[in-house]
């Protein structure tokens, strides 16, 4: 993946979040990965943010993330 990027799961599925990207490349990323971590294509969910979300210290905000 080129860019910031985090990984939260949801249920059976890793939703990767991406600054960056676009269906046509999200669909080439996720059969990528799907073959490299050897899971099916559906448990791979890609999504575009326009900024991953940020605590005050500056690291990745996964609880917003995982809320929504």
Known sequence: LHGPTAVIQDGNKLVIFCE????????TY?????????LHQSALEFRRVQAL??????????????SG
């Open 53 to 66: 979300p940020r605590t005050s210290f500056g690291k990745t905000d996964y609880y917003r993330l995982q």
């Open 20 to 27: 960056h990207g676009n269906d046509r490349i999200f669909a």
């Open 30 to 38: 996720r059969e990528q990965l799907s073959e490299c971590l050897r």
